[in-house]
């Protein structure tokens, strides 16, 4: 179930960075912000996609 909430929530946040990046460009603060929560969600994703892995 961890798996699926992530991947709901990183698919929220690319959604939200999209329209960040539309309104304020790339370099904005606020986007490179939302770039880097988006990373760490990503990066508890594999975390427990390779976990799960291991266990089956």
């Known amino acids: ?11 929220t946040f ?7 990046v539309e309104k304020y460009g790339i370099t904005d603060p ?3 912000a939302k770039s880097s929560e988006l990373d760490e969600l990503l990066n508890q994703y594999q975390k427990h996609y390779a976990e799960n892995k291991k266990i089956i």
């Open 1 to 11: 179930m961890l798996l699926d909430d992530l991947r709901e929530q990183i698919e």
């Open 14 to 20: 690319r959604f939200h960075l999209y329209e960040l």
């Open 30 to 32: 606020n986007v490179l």
